[in-house]
């Protein structure tokens, strides 16, 4: 087990700065997750990590070791690909303990360790199988234990259930997460999915365009997100976002939404300006109330569960292309959502009325997209 440690690491391909200012630590035992958009940079730290990519500027260090320009057999990581990686004709057995076989240990030993980790996996019935005869979730399984078998410092995974369909995922991704808190190993985590992030992140680092946006808890970047990429980016559904006016009276601010006036958390003195940019989330929409009346456009029906579509009031949209294009949203402005659990029946084209709790309102400052709400986590804007 070790510490994990990134410093000011650059990364260039030709005249493309890939990453830029790269500042992180994750602590011993910490499971911390990269999560972005496509493109943003977030496998390519990790390969840099692996020693599979020569950094441009930086330091790297595992355990308090310079590692920046050891290859990858020398930075004690193992890594986990999203293709498996195995060999097709080995067995599961030969497979798991290969790595050890390479470094030269006895087969004893060698036998010893791959039961001991077939039976923390449940594969000790298929030891002697070739990966063929393996399901996707087995043989993601079996990458796994040839990870675990050799008692790295830390693991690294790329994207490792991308493959997968979506119980299997669900249920694999529990498995992983029981399994690095047994084992206790620094584990880095790239993926696409903020489910996946903030199911099984005890850290997450948000990136985009090659930028730290936030790092933070899940809690902390669901609860307080540090800008308004973050908040679109982190929840499913996204958060919904509108335009509204600034009002003040005293040190006590408003906006208005469809009419309906409402009080904001953050002090008036933190807006000096006459329009600011809002965000609600869909789960935090109260029904009812006095409230302002919408008419929604689309019932979603999942049992109890229900996501209840309405449009933004009319001059209220907020459009922001290059945000919404990193957030691979097929919502646009003019729509809005909630999330509701009850009993209720909701039809298209029903009136209802909607309520937004102020203590639920995040504020962003409309130049800078930056959250106007104190936000815990490191941030980089």
């Known amino acids: 087990m070790a510490t994990i440690?990134?410093?000011?690491?650059?990364?260039?391909y030709g005249g493309v700065q890939a990453i830029r200012d790269f500042n992180l630590t994750v602590d011993d035992g910490d499971f911390c997750v990269?999560?972005?958009p496509s493109g943003c940079g977030k496998s390519t730290a990790?390969?840099?990590l692996a020693g599979l990519e020569p950094t441009s500027g930086g330091e790297i260090a595992i355990g308090g070791r310079d590692v920046t320009d050891l290859g990858p057999g020398k930075r004690d990581i193992a890594m986990v690909f999203q293709n498996y990686a195995l060999y097709p004709h080995m067995s599961v057995r030969s497979n798991i303990g290969f790595g050890l076989k390479m470094h030269g240990l006895p087969k004893a030993e060698i036998d010893r360790k791959v039961a001991e980790v077939a039976d923390i996996l449940e594969l000790s019935d298929y030891l002697d199988r070739k990966p063929r005869a393996l399901s996707g979730g087995q043989r993601q399984r079996v990458a796994l234990g040839?990870?675990?078998v050799r008692e790295p410092s830390a693991f690294l995974m790329d994207e490792p259930l991308s493959n997968l369909d979506a119980k299997l995922r669900v249920q694999t991704r529990a498995e992983i997460v029981k399994l690095q808190k047994r084992l206790g190993v620094t584990t880095i985590y790239v993926t696409h999915d903020q489910v996946e992030a903030l199911t099984m992140a005890t850290k997450i680092v948000v990136m985009r365009k090659g930028v730290i946006q936030q790092i933070g808890s899940p809690e902390t970047l669901f609860d307080t997100p540090a800008n308004l990429f973050v908040a679109g980016f982190i929840g499913s559904p996204g958060m919904n976002f509108f335009r509204g006016p600034v009002e003040k009276e005293g040190d006590v601010a408003f906006t208005r939404f469809a009419g309906a006036r409402i009080k904001l958390a953050v002090p008036a003195g933190q807006l000096p300006f006459d329009n600011a940019i809002?965000?609600?989330?869909?789960?935090h929409i109260r029904i009812g109330g006095e409230g302002a009346e919408i008419g929604l456009t689309l019932v979603e029906s999942l049992g109890t569960e229900k996501i209840l579509h309405?449009?933004?009031?009319?001059?209220?949209e907020f459009n922001d292309a290059d945000t919404a294009a990193d957030?691979?949203?097929e919502r646009d402005a003019s729509s809005m959502l909630a999330r509701v659990i009850d009993d209720v029946r909701y039809a298209d084209g029903q009136a209802i009325r909607v309520h937004l709790p102020e203590d639920k309102i995040h504020v962003f400052n409309p130049d800078t997209h930056t959250a106007l709400r104190a936000a815990s986590g490191q941030v980089n804007t």
């Open 5 to 12: 440690e990134f410093n000011q690491i650059q990364k260039s």
């Open 310 to 316: 309405f449009q933004t009031p009319e001059g209220q």
């Open 278 to 283: 809002f965000g609600i989330r869909p789960e």
């Open 146 to 148: 040839r990870a675990i």
């Open 46 to 48: 990790l390969k840099m």
């Open 327 to 329: 957030h691979d949203d």
């Open 34 to 36: 990269f999560v972005g």
